[in-house]
């Protein structure tokens, strides 16, 4: 196969300029790595390979995209549950492999190879809506290898993945492309690990693409070091904000929660931590009266069944994984003034939500349709307008995913300055550490079965 070219290529979406006179050329047979700031582009640029735009959106403006004929592509979106059609791994697969033409006679063994290939075989009859985030994604990436494609398109893949299956599957395409000499671009903030891919490394400045030297590449990917925070216990005299008093949490009719006493402390920012899958997710979703569990749950010394909802969600807000399902909006600018009605955190006055909206990248985007940013943009519209609500407790379900490190150091910055004049607690899953030490004051794991506090340093 030939490489693949952008020859002076500007591209525009919704009426803005997205890249601008981008001249590139992937090599074919080889790794490449895309990094950048959220909404700089780099989802873009996966699109237009795989043909998606501007046939779906936008507008080549200038120049061209060539794209071998003999290009065979597969993409894993950053939001994984757009690429899926049927109710299971298994299903979705062989749906993938009939439209591919594959000899009926052949589809059981790819399916099991591409479900070994994601780390899911043991959730191949698993419904995907019951499947945390990670799972999704190792799904998807299952999905696209079934296929055997010669270039593989992945864009965040392991934004919502736990470090031991992203160390596994980063093994999975080195052998995919020594084996096969498969063409992978990749689009990630999130660098550690990626040095023992050797990529070509690439940067997206302000719409324009530039290769970056070996050296520099290898000084950028050997500095992204595998993230480390660290805690202490908190004390036994602080006051707590919810009370867990024998919960126990079940999946169908598997125990993901053993019974469980613990409480989350008043004012403080915890971080949940703990394998795909593990049930970290559904923990935010009991404390907030979204799924059935056993024992009590105490919010402020009452059992939340006790608390009418429209009095519990005055105090108590959750973050959704998807920002998508968090909106209620077409354009930013309507969830803006939905958000000063409904603001009830002093922090944010006028001016101090347009400096947060400059800082954010977020300026001048209130006639943009939401679902069209990207997703660190969502999620940082998402936050801010979540921040603004100011209920006493948050829970936030990997609020920092498709965050590139400025982005992510500015969000942190943001909710630090709301907590001084609006003290809330926070309590966050998060597989990304990286930038997080310093800003968590304390540490929860949760792993077979357990929910314990942790202390000293930890390695994701």
Same mark, same amino acid.
């Given at each position: 196969?030939?490489?693949?070219?952008?020859?002076?290529?500007?591209?525009?979406?919704?009426?803005?300029?997205?890249?601008?006179?981008?001249t590139?050329?992937?090599?074919?047979?080889?790794?490449?790595?895309?990094?950048?700031?959220?909404?700089?582009?780099?989802?873009?640029?996966?699109?237009?390979?795989?043909?998606?735009?501007?046939?779906?959106?936008?507008?080549?403006?200038?120049?061209?995209?060539?794209?071998? +004929?003999?290009?065979?592509?597969?993409?894993?979106?950053?939001?994984?549950?757009?690429?899926?059609?049927?109710?299971?791994?298994?299903?979705?697969?062989?749906?993938?492999?009939?439209?591919?033409?594959?000899?009926?006679?052949?589809?059981?063994?790819?399916?099991?190879?591409?479900?070994?290939?994601?780390?899911?075989?043991?959730?191949?009859?698993?419904?995907?809506?019951?499947?945390?985030?990670?799972?999704?994604?190792?799904?998807?990436?299952?999905?696209?290898?079934?296929?055997?494609?010669?270039?593989?398109l992945?864009?965040?893949?392991?934004?919502?993945?736990?470090?031991?299956?992203?160390?596994?599957?980063?093994?999975?395409?080195?052998r995919?492309?020594?084996?096969?000499h498969?063409?992978?671009?990749?689009?990630?903030h999130?660098?550690?690990?990626?040095?023992?891919?050797?990529?070509?490394?690439?940067?997206?400045?302000?719409?324009?693409?530039?290769?970056?030297?070996?050296?520099?590449?290898?000084?950028?990917?050997?500095?992204?070091?595998?993230?480390?925070? +660290? +805690?202490?216990?908190?004390?036994?005299?602080?006051?707590?904000?919810i009370?867990?008093?024998e919960?126990?949490?079940?999946?169908?009719?598997?125990?993901?929660?053993?019974?469980?006493?613990l409480?989350?402390?008043?004012?403080?920012? $915890?971080?949940?931590?703990?394998?795909?899958?593990?049930?970290?997710?559904?923990?935010?979703?009991?404390?907030?009266?979204?799924?059935?569990?056993?024992?009590?749950?105490?919010?402020?010394?009452?059992?939340?069944?006790?608390?009418?909802?429209?009095?519990?969600?005055?105090?108590?807000?959750?973050?959704?994984?998807?920002?998508?399902?968090?909106?209620?909006?077409?354009?930013?600018?309507?969830?803006?003034?939905?958000?000063?009605?409904?603001?009830?955190?002093?922090?944010?006055?006028?001016?101090?939500?347009?400096?947060?909206?400059?800082?954010?990248g977020?300026?001048?985007?209130?006639?943009?349709?939401?679902?069209?940013l990207?997703?660190?943009?969502?999620?940082?519209?998402?936050?801010?307008?979540m921040?603004?609500?100011?209920?006493? $407790?948050?829970?936030?379900?990997?609020?920092? $995913?498709?965050?590139?490190?400025?982005?992510?150091?500015?969000?942190?910055?943001?909710?630090?300055?709301?907590?001084?004049?609006?003290?809330? +607690?926070?309590?966050?899953?998060?597989?990304?550490?990286?930038?997080?030490?310093?800003?968590?004051?304390?540490?929860? $794991?949760?792993?077979?079965?357990?929910?314990?506090?942790?202390?000293?340093?930890?390695?994701?």
């Amino acid at each position: 196969m030939k490489n693949i070219q952008f020859n002076d290529l500007s591209f525009n979406f919704d009426q803005q300029p997205i890249l601008k006179n981008i001249t590139a050329e992937f090599t074919a047979g080889k790794i490449h790595l895309l990094t950048g700031v959220s909404g700089s582009g780099k989802s873009t640029i996966l699109k237009l390979i795989a043909g998606l735009l501007p046939k779906y959106g936008g507008e080549i403006v200038a120049g061209a995209v060539d794209v071998p +004929t003999d290009a065979h592509i597969g993409m894993v979106f950053q939001d994984p549950l757009m690429q899926f059609a049927l109710d299971t791994p298994r299903h979705e697969l062989e749906f993938t492999l009939e439209n591919c033409q594959v000899p009926t006679d052949k589809i059981p063994e790819r399916v099991k190879e591409a479900l070994r290939f994601g780390k899911v075989d043991d959730l191949a009859n698993r419904l995907i809506t019951t499947l945390s985030g990670g799972q999704q994604q190792r799904v998807a990436l299952a999905a696209a290898t079934a296929m055997q494609p010669n270039v593989l398109l992945l864009d965040e893949p392991f934004a919502n993945i736990d470090e031991e299956n992203r160390q596994l599957i980063l093994k999975q395409l080195v052998r995919l492309n020594s084996d096969y000499h498969t063409t992978i671009i990749i689009t990630d903030h999130d660098l550690h690990g990626y040095e023992r891919l050797h990529p070509l490394v690439w940067q997206l400045t302000k719409g324009h693409l530039a290769q970056l030297s070996s050296k520099n590449s290898s000084q950028l990917l050997t500095a992204s070091a595998t993230p480390q925070i +660290t +805690t202490s216990l908190p004390p036994s005299t602080l006051p707590t904000i919810i009370k867990f008093d024998e919960l126990a949490i079940k999946r169908e009719n598997y125990s993901l929660l053993l019974p469980t006493h613990l409480g989350i402390v008043k004012n403080k920012i $915890t971080l949940l931590t703990g394998p795909n899958g593990i049930g970290k997710s559904t923990l935010l979703k009991a404390i907030a009266r979204l799924l059935k569990y056993e024992g009590k749950i105490d919010y402020a010394e009452e059992n939340i069944q006790k608390i009418s909802p429209g009095k519990y969600y005055k105090h108590l807000g959750l973050i959704f994984q998807h920002a998508n399902d968090q909106f209620l909006n077409v354009t930013v600018g309507e969830e803006l003034t939905l958000g000063f009605k409904t603001c009830q955190n002093p922090y944010f006055n006028q001016q101090q939500v347009n400096e947060a909206l400059a800082a954010l990248g977020l300026n001048g985007r209130e006639d943009q349709v939401v679902y069209s940013l990207s997703g660190g943009q969502k999620k940082k519209l998402q936050i801010l307008l979540m921040l603004m609500r100011g209920q006493e $407790t948050l829970l936030l379900d990997e609020p920092f $995913t498709g965050l590139d490190p400025t982005s992510l150091k500015t969000v942190l910055q943001l909710i630090k300055a709301s907590q001084k004049e609006k003290p809330q +607690t926070l309590l966050i899953v998060s597989h990304q550490l990286s930038g997080l030490d310093g800003f968590i004051d304390y540490h929860l $794991t949760m792993n077979h079965q357990r929910l314990n506090y942790v202390g000293g340093s930890y390695e994701s």
